[in-house]
């Protein structure tokens, strides 16, 4: 089972902020989540910044390249590597996507939805076991951001992820801008697919901000959290219960400094709501955001 426990808000660790965090010495982030394929290559500068981050800060692992949800058998070589890599850091734990890339001929660097059928709900619970009985502990499992609708579903996203998570008794990782881009772009409420997350099962939440392309918003990480998004987080964390959140930005990275305001906004929310507080935070985000 996956062990260890995170308090608070953290942020993606991203190499041009490395060495910044090095220098730095003592911060006031919690922990950080290793995009863990930019980390893989055996041996050099990047490997040696990595384990000296992990001596100072706890690490999550999150990957985009297994194809959980794939018909080509899992590499487990790939997960090996990770394996291994996790236990040299400490890692606390391991998340992957509810998508797959490709097949057999044609791979794609992308996080593809699948159909939320009850085949698949067993096809991906049974990868998920395999994965958890490799890595010897229970992993995250997280939703993606999708485009298109498809006419085979025979249940909601929300149900589909249930379901899974149920199948293969594992963790979610909630992906709050993933829920926020689907729900926009399928014209559906967000709040049912919110409702259905069984909360027991949420480790960790992802944060971040998509690109509005006029007729429908991509996942792209290139931008703050949208304001919509923060309320449906506050909203989610009042009612549950602080849990361990992260802001996940990608591309056209800011200055540590932004990307630690962001931060700072996502650690007030979870403060509050520790507290019982009824300052609403999201004000806060839309000076910042
Ligand atoms: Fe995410």
Known sequence: MAEGSLVGAGIGLRLP???????A??????????LVDNWLVEGGLNKKMLLAISERYPLVFHSVGLSLGGLTPLDFNYLKQIKALKKETGALWYSEHASFSGNAELKVPDLLPLPYTQEAVTHLSQRISQVQEFMG??????????????????????????????????????????????????????Q???????????????????HDKGDFLLDAHNHPVDKQVWQVFEHFIRRNGAIPSMIEWDSDLPPLERLLQERKIAADILTSATMGAHTPSVSRALVCG
């Open 25 to 34: 010495g003592d911060t006031d982030i919690p922990w950080f989540e290793v």
């Open 137 to 190: 502990e229970r992993m995250l499992l997280e939703n993606v951001s999708t485009y298109l609708s498809c006419q085979f579903n025979e249940m909601t996203e929300g149900e589909f992820i249930a379901a899974v998570a149920q199948e293969a008794d594992c963790y979610l990782l909630l992906d709050i801008n993933n829920a926020h881009v689907t729900a926009h772009n399928l014209e559906q409420d967000i």
């Open 17 to 23: 902020h490395v060495q910044e965090i090095l220098a």
């Open 192 to 210: 049912a697919f919110m409702n259905s997350i069984p909360v027991e099962r949420v480790k960790q939440i992802h944060l971040a901000g998509f």
